[in-house]
């Protein structure tokens, strides 16, 4: 079975992804949002494990981001946390948790602070969220910027297209991305945007840089558990490496559970007490 083990057992800590970084090794990062996946994603050797508020999505059926609550994302950040002993766990500020104020947006912080046990939060935005960032960082809490295609702005943008391919969107991301690293983000999130420009944001930033779809110069890569295990068989964007079809195997397994119940060939005398 081809795989990466580091040798390295001790917890992943905000100071060892800038170690990660400064040393040129790449950070592996995947989103989990239960205790069972939180568990064989950890001791696969994963560094960071992001409960996303895409569990909006994939979880909920939901089909924006935007729905899934404070309370709700505590709820998959505890579970994931009981599941994980080596890699570090980021948690999505759910919309409308912080956008408010900067003193909502800290109490918001704290509640999953306290409740969940995770390590850090990720917020979306730049600018317009710098005093909240500035607040939460201020409290002792390590944040994870994002930037370039936001999911709680889609009904703004109205299309998931890539994001930044005009000079002002660049400019202006360029500009969010050191302001981040300035209020003092330990890392940055950068999705769907153009490979050369998330390029030069990870080569200027000392912070690591995390790309979802934001090409291979960047110091490291997120994508969404459900898909990269192919269980979301209508999701193909062109950033999506697959590495197994979780759909087929799991229909094909229902399937024939299905027949055999029907069958009444399970249990058999094996299987029964
Ligand atoms: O919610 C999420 O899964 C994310 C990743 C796509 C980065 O924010």
Known sequence: MAGYISDDARRVTTHRLVEMKQRGERISMLTAYDYTMAQIVDGAGMDVILVGDSASNVMAGNVTTLPITLDQMIYHA??????????????????????????DGLASAIRIMKESHADALKLEGGMEIIA?????????????????????????YGTYTVRATEETEADKLMADARLLEEAG??????EKIPAELAARVASELTIPVIGIGAGGAVDGQVLVIQDMLGMNNGFRPRFLRRYADLFTVMTDAISRYISDVKNADFPNEREQY
Request: with cysteine; charged share 15%.
């Open 78 to 103: 505890k579970s994931v946390v009981r599941g994980v002993k080596r890699a570090m766990v980021v948690v999505d500020m759910p919309f409308g948790s912080y956008q408010g104020s900067e003193f």
């Open 132 to 156: 909240t960032v500035r607040r939460i960082i201020g409290a002792g809490i390590p944040v994870m910027g994002h930037l370039g295609l936001m999911p709680q702005s889609i009904n703004k």
């Open 185 to 190: 983000c330990f890392a940055l999130v950068l």
